[in-house]
């Protein structure tokens, strides 16, 4: 009776926190006390206003392991030297057990530490000395093992070998650092992970290598010939493949032996010592031989994810873990019934957790660029498989269900929507944006499909295995639809394009000459002729970022070389390259992302109206104002803030702009080829670049000023621009084709959580993603927390630590973001659904 | 019958709306009421006509309205900001546009039936996705019937579906006219006591009472909005007598949305510089309309809180 009580009281409290929308608290009373203690237990890795946490020190001895080796076997090819490297890190790297956990693999060698990447560019590396409190102590010693290791990498990195090859003009204009961003290596990448092949087991493709090796080396006794030469560079690849995939088992052998000697010795508690003797069992198992199941299947998932990043920094997490692990919890919990539901709970709510935990160290332009996270991993659920069918399972609820109980940022989900989604799927998914996650974005799984398909030429059956490639970009997981590389230098800061053709390709900001001249505006007849500016500055700014994208593409394996990945790498392993090496039948899925980009639409319209149309100014007032930086000019920059026409207000005028820029920029993407001849498409998207670039981008036409905020990014309208409500903006994003005129379009609502409590809620949710789907958009995220929590976690940060809100592409937890950031959020238009 | 250009005054034009009838609503707040509540939520909803009103908070003390009004009806008070003398304003709308920080706006804009239905038709598509629709409000929107009517009208024949948000204070002829193409009525009833409703909204109830029934004998569609008012309705008495007239009005009645106070038109009435006369304290607590709500279900159908 009195244990009833307590349950009805329980169940009460829950009731009420989740009307006050306490969502932190319903999902610390909700959830088991396993994952309670994992996720309180866990280190937040991600910087929090560009900052790292108290106590986050990065890793010294993974470099120090790594390079010892390396320099022993110096002279070797890069592969095999590499090789060796690794597996001396995982045979020697610490390892530990964490207190509850069923989960192994952690890059690093103690828990509050994040993996400092040494290979990709020196000038990166040497950031470190200003890092203030990530230093582990003592701190002087710390820093002299840096120097050492920096005196060695100092010109041996990815990029500096390549920094020798690029052609200086393109060198000096990228480093800037007005254009674009990121690094041409796979030191700085992600790549797509084909679970089908690499779920056979390690064991398995070491087989297969052996048999490619046996093959080649009896070839190499045959008749003297060209085609036999290169074959000899293939064997010594082989031999690396091998080298990490007996590595990695011995690694993974290493928990084995660990939570055996725990249970064996230490441990007290029978139940956890039943659960080491099954970690042990696992890590015996995996990933030397296929899952069997759900436990397994995780564990070698999650070892595969934390060696490829042993191997390098993979700043995204391409994955589809429903599809993937879905026939193992089918199998342990509806057939065999060796799990129950909250069993298999708390193995997937780990999965988040152990996922959550990872840290690299990235430089502070890129946590500015990113933050609050370590990297956009964004995990794609539901969709359809091959066939066409739903593929939605239990594990998508499972997923869902275990996102709202660990409440991590970091992975995020995107949601492959179709027409055959089952309500059960969609609800889950609802109750996760109206918990305020943040997440699932939802993504358009028809259009995506038919646009992989219209761009790169990918058969429709590998289409419809896409996966986010990092926040937005589908691509397919197969053997040659997997893209093994992707640079974020392909990254451009488009508002530039507009700014350049109004300065005849001069830089004001950066002051050089960038873009190509182009002429002074002010000389220009009409229209025509200004936009013609634009679109060759448009296409010089790709063709810049491009350029130097696809050299850093074809010299990959010479410059870095990545023995893991390609071991796991079907066309890899059956070629005997490298991963990165794209003769070897990759089939291309390369994409330009486009950050800052509806400010060439609204700039646009603001000169076609103003000046060409209306003749209200002449370019030589507008010249002279944004010279000022619209200083003296506030009457005139209202007037083009509030009178000039703006994207996402289903305005003809400017959205006809907008389209007719998307389509020059699709033909060039048609002309812009890839190292497998393929096309390079746009994806205008922002992350929070739209902060960091605010000091880099002049004065604009659409009334900005040099440091103000940029729009928040993708085709998201202007911040508070946007006056006829959320179907308008629907309206002007559909207005263009979403298969053919890029590769896909970022979208943010905010949506105003009391007005979607409750079924009606739903109701109203899905009839707006009925009408989203009607115009054909590819994506769309929701931000559904109201400006009270956030102007209230802005004054008090302590207590809102859990309050997740959406930025850009990916999701953080609201406190951990610059001020800057957060003020940029809460101006953000609440699209009031009420 | 010759058409001729209907045209009317609009306050505001909001959408997706999910509180003033089912689905996703565009809402058009009309201008003009034939009520003076005590507790007004829209005081620049009262009048009839366009007007400049000020916001106070925005004011800079540029001066720049002093210099441009031609009838010195702007004064500006230091530190209290623009204040405008109705006697004397003509509404020319030039210390509007002299105004840089938008501490002079003007509230209601002169607009064609037409050109407000394009702008309620720009959200069909997820009207007819939600089974939602137009309603309009105000203000009291029976305030400017032919304009209504026109605007009904009109989104009928473009298949939109039309709610009408009203508190009954009209002729019955008006009213009967814009039914014809009313597929939902919105129905306040503030207080069923005469005496009470004229001391607090300045108007009896007879013809609201009167309108209602006979509404309900047309067999339209009716929800009745019943604001809870501390101080002024909130009594038992009240309640049950409003609970029982609704249940003997029949079938077309659907249900009941209490509304209850809530201080956030305080923030508006310092804004425009006005006193709120009916500065009601905090916000009802659930346990405050827990009771309420128990008793209209005795009566009627369905009760929800916020409509």
């Known amino acids: ?834 | 019958m010759e058409q001729h250009p209907v045209f009317g005054v609009v306050n505001d034009i909001q959408r997706m709306c999910t509180c003033d009838g089912p689905g996703f609503r565009t809402v058009v707040f009309l201008k003009g009421c034939y009520l003076d509540c005590r507790w007004c939520h829209n005081p620049e909803g009262k009048r009839r006509f366009p007007e400049v009103i000020p916001y106070v908070g925005n004011c800079e003390g540029c001066g720049e309205c002093l210099t441009v009004c031609p009838t010195g009806a702007v004064t500006v008070d230091d530190g209290l900001g623009p204040r405008i003398d109705r006697g004397l304003c003509s509404t020319c709308l030039q210390c509007v546009k002299a105004c840089k920080y938008d501490a002079l706006v003007l509230w209601g804009r002169i607009m064609l039936a037409e050109q407000v239905v394009a702008e309620v038709e720009l959200d069909k598509m997820i009207h007819v996705n939600s089974g939602g629709g137009v309603t309009i409000s105000g203000g009291e929107p029976m305030a400017q019937p032919d304009f209504v009517l026109a605007i009904m009208a009109a989104c009928k024949a473009r298949g939109i579906s039309t709610a009408l948000d009203t508190c009954g204070h009209a002729p019955w002829e008006d009213l009967k006219r814009v039914l014809e193409y009313t597929d939902l009525v919105m129905f306040d009833i503030k207080q069923m006591d005469g005496h009470k409703h004229r001391e607090y909204s300045g108007v009896g109830n007879e013809l609201i009472l009167e309108n209602a029934k006979r509404i309900a004998s047309l067999g339209v569609p009716i929800r009745f909005r019943i604001p809870i008012i501390p101080g002024s309705n909130d009594s038992t008495r009240n309640w049950e007598s409003a609970a029982r007239f609704i249940e003997c009005l029949g079938d077309a009645v659907l249900g009941v949305d209490l509304l209850p106070y809530h201080p956030f038109a305080g923030g508006k009435y310092r804004a425009f510089g006005m006193d709120y006369p009916y500065p009601g304290g905090e916000g009802l607590a659930d346990d405050d309309v827990a009771p309420v709500i128990d008793l209209f279900l005795k009566h009627v159908p369905e009760v929800t809180v916020g409509g």
């Open chain 1, 1 to 834: 009776m009195g244990q009833r009580t307590a349950q009805t009281e329980k169940a009460l409290s829950v009731d009420e926190l989740a009307n006050r929308r306490e969502w932190w608290s319903v999902a610390q009373k909700t959830r088991s006390k396993r994952l309670d203690y994992l996720r309180k237990g866990v280190w937040k890795k991600g910087a929090i206003g560009g900052n790292y946490a108290p106590g986050i020190k990065i890793d010294l001895t993974l470099p120090q392991l790594f390079t010892e080796k390396w320099q022993e076997q110096e002279g070797e090819p890069i592969m095999l030297q590499k090789a060796h490297a690794i597996a001396h890190v995982l045979d020697n790297i610490p390892i530990f057990i964490t207190d509850r956990s069923q989960i192994m693999g952690y890059i690093g060698s103690a828990p509050h530490q994040i993996v400092w990447h040494w290979q990709g560019i020196s000038m990166v590396n040497e950031e470190i000395y200003n890092e203030e409190g990530i230093i582990p102590e003592p701190e002087e010693e710390s820093l002299e093992i840096l120097a050492t290791l920096n005196d060695y990498w100092g010109g041996r990195t990815a990029v500096d070998k390549l920094a020798r090859i690029l052609d200086p003009e393109d060198a000096v204009k990228f480093m800037s650092g007005a254009i674009g961003w990121g690094t041409p290596t796979s030191a700085a990448t992600y790549s797509t992970k084909d679970f089908t092949y690499i779920f056979k087991g390690f064991e398995a493709l070491l087989a297969e290598i052996e048999e490619r090796m046996e093959e080649t080396e009896q070839k190499l006794q045959g008749n003297p010939s060209p085609q036999l030469l290169p074959l000899y560079d293939k064997l010594p690849r082989w031999e690396a493949m091998q080298i990490v995939l007996e590595a990695s088992i011995r690694y993974a052998k290493r928990y084995a032996r660990l939570a055996r000697t725990l249970a064996e010795h230490f441990e007290s508690d029978p139940t956890r010592k039943e659960e080491l003797l099954r970690i042990a069992e696992t890590c015996e198992r995996v990933p030397a031989k296929p899952p069997r199941n759900l436990q397994e299947s995780l564990q070698f998932d999650h070892f595969v994810q934390v060696l490829a990043r042993y191997e390098t920094f993979e700043g995204a997490w391409p994955h589809r873990p429903d599809y993937v692990h879905g026939p193992y919890y089918d199998k342990d919990v509806n057939q065999e019934k060796r799990l129950t539901k909250e069993e298999a709970l708390d193995l997937v709510g780990e999965h988040l957790i152990r996922t959550y935990e990872v840290g690299i160290f990235a430089p502070k332009w890129a946590r500015e660029g990113l933050q609050g996270i370590t990297g956009t991993w964004v995990w794609t659920m539901g969709g359809v498989k091959p066939d066409g069918s739903d593929a939605c399972n239990d594990m998508t609820i499972a997923y869902m269900q275990a996102a709202r109980l660990v409440r991590v940022s970091n992975p995020t989900f995107g949601f492959r929507w179709h027409p055959k989604v089952k309500d059960e799927v969609l609800r889950e998914c609802f109750e996760c944006i109206r918990h305020g996650l943040g997440y699932p974005s939802m993504r358009n799984d028809p259009v995506l499909v038919a646009n992989t398909v219209h761009w790169y030429g990918h058969p429709v059956e590998e289409a419809r295995t896409w996966v986010h490639q990092a926040c937005m970009s589908p691509c397919p997981t197969t053997k040659y639809g997997c893209q093994p590389m992707r640079m974020a230098s392909a990254t451009a800061n488009c508002a530039k394009m507009i700014e350049y053709a109004l300065h005849d390709g001069y830089d004001p900001v950066v002051n050089m000459q960038m873009g190509p001249k182009t002429g002074d505006p002010r000389q220009f007849k009409d229209f025509e002729e200004f936009f013609g500016a634009w679109v060759k500055q448009m296409e010089w700014l790709r063709n810049i970022l491009v350029r130097t994208v696809n050299l850093g593409r074809v010299k990959d394996p010479e410059f870095f070389g990545r023995p893991f990945l390609s071991a796991i790498y079907e066309r890899a392993v059956e070629t005997g390259t490298d991963a990165c090496d794209p003769s070897n039948g990759e089939r291309g899925n390369a994409w330009v992302t486009g950050f800052t980009w509806v400010e060439n639409a609204d700039s646009l319209a603001a000169i076609k109206k103003f000046v060409y149309d209306e003749k209200k100014y002449t370019m030589d007032q507008l010249m002279e104002a944004l010279n000022a930086n619209w200083v003296g000019y506030e009457e005139m920059r209202l007037d083009f803030v509030k009178n000039a026409p703006k994207w996402g207000n289903d305005d003809d005028y400017v959205d006809d702009l907008m389209v007719r820029c998307l389509r020059e920029v699709s033909r060039h993407a048609k002309e812009n080829k890839c190292p497998s001849n393929n096309n390079w498409p746009l994806l205008p998207e922002n992350v929070s670049g739209n902060i960091h670039y605010a000091n880099l981008v002049g004065a604009l036409p659409n009334g900005r000023r040099l440091g103000d905020a940029l729009y928040d990014g993708g085709i998201s309208p202007g911040p508070g621009l946007d006056k006829k409500g959320p179907t308008a903006v629907l309206k002007s994003c559909g207005k263009f084709d979403h298969v053919t005129d890029g590769r896909a379009f970022l979208l943010n609502q905010r949506l105003s959580p009391t007005q979607l409590s409750g079924e009606k809620g739903y109701q109203l949710w899905k009839a707006y993603m009925k009408t989203w789907a009607d115009l054909g958009l590819d994506h769309v995220q929701f931000n559904m927390v109201d400006d009270a929590t956030l102007r209230a976690a802005q004054k008090d940060p302590e207590k809102y630590q859990e309050v997740i809100v959406r930025v850009a592409g990916y999701s953080a937890h609201f406190v951990d973001i610059s001020r800057k950031t957060q003020d940029n959020i809460i101006q953000r238009t609440v699209q009031g659904l009420g």
